[in-house]
């Protein structure tokens, strides 16, 4: 069974910084992307940024220039790095990765749980 466990969410100042981080685990084949999305409170879960295999990389709009996603594939894990934190940032982070438990599959959506971030004064 897959997994996607997130992890470095908190409560930081207005114009403070936080990194995530989002490990997935079990049985997993390939992956063919992973990446971060936002749910605020009343709000549509939005893209935050997405990582592919081939290096392509995709920022919503409101967070380019102080977010910043990366991957290491050999560790299944995805790091959004969150600096000059924003108040309208505040939401429930959730990871998501596409990939294959079995090479004769196809591709399918996992999700982790969600990880909180406040920023606040």
């Known amino acids: 069974q897959v997994q996607l466990l997130e992890s470095g969410g908190g409560l930081v100042q207005p114009g403070g910084s936080l990194r995530l981080s989002c490990t997935a685990s079990?049985?997993?084949?390939?992956?063919?992307?992973m990446g971060w999305y936002r749910q605020a409170l009343g709000k549509e879960r939005e893209l935050v940024a997405t990582?592919?295999?081939?290096?392509?990389?995709n920022y919503a709009d409101s967070v380019k220039d102080r977010f910043t996603v990366s991957r290491d594939s050999a560790k299944n894990t995805v790091y959004l790095q969150m600096n000059s934190l924003k108040p309208e940032d505040t939401a429930v982070y959730y990871c998501?990765?596409?990939?294959?438990?079995?090479?004769?599959?196809?591709?399918?959506?996992?999700w982790g749980q969600g990880t909180q971030v406040t920023v606040s004064s």
């Open positions: 998501n990765a596409v990939l294959k438990v079995f090479s004769w599959q196809t591709f399918s959506l996992y």
């Open positions: 990582a592919t295999s081939d290096a392509s990389i």
């Open positions: 079990g049985r997993i084949s390939k992956i063919n992307a």
